[in-house]
């Protein structure tokens, strides 16, 4: 019987805010640990929790960009259960009155758009990190950091929408890019900053029913989050042939071994016991909230590229690439405008500018590049003073020295040489020093005539206008 496979994602998004979501214990990464935490995110009796604004306004922006409907009045909730790094013995969360519901994200496949329903997007604490696979950990024991306790989390759940992998992985690399557009999360997997579960069960094609579903965690990278969806469905596969029932449990992906070993048996919601935060009114949103919000928010990435292929002209590849990070496009955009080749500014951020944020390893921000300074250099480019590999060449020794481009060109006499009297006095030279290859193109060799343009470019130094040699050149030659 052919099988249909059925995916839903579970994706937290650790907010980019400065404390953390109940106390004003600082959120960052990284720190020596338990050095982040007081009274509240551990838990300690009498502690009450205050809800940070940020976070509100970052559920905002996630909502908009979503197309989801905000729910004017939201509720938090005690999830109940037992873990070492979970100090209170529960999570705050939200369940029967979440942010926002019932929305939508279309994104791109190799197979073409696609759009996947959003059943809720809520808000709710991190719990902290059981750490036992480090150097400094023994084999018997499992050391506790709660830094991260209370770190802001959204927690967006999809419909099960996905039928295949590749989708699943392609919606979780636009999700990166979209919170990162929105500044609320900066999607480092590896970091934990972006966490996917997924759900996969598996169906008689065409069935409307679905089949018993199972859980997927520890996936920290797009590539973990496809294998781990495809070795699902298959064992599921293997096990519906041989007629066995397949459990529902939640699974952990072993990415060395590329495998999903069995961690618990999965939980239904009614085993958390929740039931309203009592430490936290309810929540409300108004319009003016809302507004503000999406008065400040940015062009999305679909959109962007949408726009840089319809018109700005750029081939699709261009714009999939000047859009992935939203930092590269307002340098781009910068650029586009003192440029009047859009095509010329994109292929010089795509070729030179990425090649040196690579090589020095910096953001575009720390590029010793304004876009204000290329775009002085293309334009001597646009008007035929410089040739591009001279061009290029001003590029890297301005990066290297602070000078700008234009004033270095300037300084070591660059600009290029059009001046058709002085251009024929270097092709004469040319072919005075090499009566041989002459004689043998005008026996016919006509290939000669790529050594002979060469040779005029080598001896102006790089500043010949080559289309104005080969003109010259080919006249010269004829007679």
């Known amino acids: 019987m052919p099988y249909e496979s059925v995916i839903g994602l579970e994706v937290h998004i650790q907010l980019s805010t400065a404390t953390k979501i109940f106390c004003n214990c600082p959120a960052q990464f990284g720190a020596q640990p338990n050095t982040q935490v007081c009274p509240v995110c551990m838990g300690l ?7 940070n604004e940020k ?60 759009t996947v329903a959003i059943r809720r997007i809520h808000m709710e604490e991190d719990a902290g990190k059981s750490v036992h696979a480090e150097s400094y950990v023994a084999a018997d024991e499992t050391l506790i950091d709660l830094n991260r306790c209370g770190v802001p989390l959204l927690e967006l759940v999809t419909e099960p929408d996905f039928r295949q992998p590749e989708q699943a992985s392609a919606f979780l690399m636009y999700l990166r890019q979209l919170v990162r557009y929105l500044g609320i999360c900066d999607g480092n997997m590896e970091e934990g900053s972006l ?67 069995p961690m618990r048996s999965k939980e239904y919601s009614h085993d958390y016991r929740y039931f309203p935060e009592p430490d ?18 940015p062009e999305l990435p679909l959109a962007k590229k949408t726009r840089y292929i319809e018109t700005l002209d750029l081939p699709a590849y261009d714009a999939a690439v000047l859009t992935d990070d939203i930092r590269i496009a307002e340098y781009f955009e910068t650029l586009c405008r003192h440029v009047e080749d859009k095509k010329l500014a994109s292929n010089w951020v795509m070729g030179e500018v990425l090649r040196a944020l690579k090589e020095q390893d910096v953001e575009i921000d720390q590029l010793k590049m304004t876009p204000e300074s290329l775009a ?63 004689a043998d193109y005008r026996a016919g060799k006509e290939k000669l005539f790529g050594f002979f343009v060469g040779q005029v470019m080598r001896a102006s130094g790089g500043r010949a206008d080559a289309k104005k040699v080969s003109e010259l050149l080919r006249t010269r030659l004829s007679k």
């Open 45 to 51: 009796p009498g502690a009450l929790p205050v809800l």
């Open 55 to 114: 976070v509100i306004e970052f559920a905002i922006s996630l909502a908009l960009a979503s197309n989801c409907r905000i729910n004017p009045c939201f509720l938090f909730a005690r999830k109940n259960y037992f873990y070492p790094d979970l100090p209170k013995g529960y999570q705050i969360s939200q369940f029967d009155l979440p942010f926002c519901e019932q929305g939508h994200i279309g994104f791109e496949t190799a197979a073409g758009l696609f």
């Open 195 to 261: 966490r996917c579960d997924a759900n996969v069960s598996l169906r008689p094609r065409g069935s409307a029913e679905l089949g018993t579903k199972t859980e997927l965690k520890n996936m920290n990278s797009f590539r973990h989050v496809e294998r781990a969806i495809a070795f699902e469905i298959e064992r599921q596969q293997n096990l519906l042939r041989r007629h066995e029932p397949v459990m529902q449990e939640t699974l952990l992906w072993d990415a060395a071994h590329q495998v999903a070993q």
């Open 280 to 297: 936290l009114t309810p929540g409300r949103v108004t319009p003016g909230q809302i507004d503000k919000v999406r008065a400040r928010m």
């Open 376 to 438: 002085g250099l293309l334009q001597q480019v646009e008007k035929g003073a410089i040739s591009h590999t001279l061009a290029k060449k001003v590029f890297a020794e301005s990066l290297a020295t602070g000078t700008d481009p234009v004033v270095l060109m300037q300084q070591q006499g660059l600009s290029q040489v059009t001046d058709e009297s002085a251009l024929t006095d270097i092709i004469q030279d040319v072919l005075k020093q090499h009566p041989a290859e002459l």
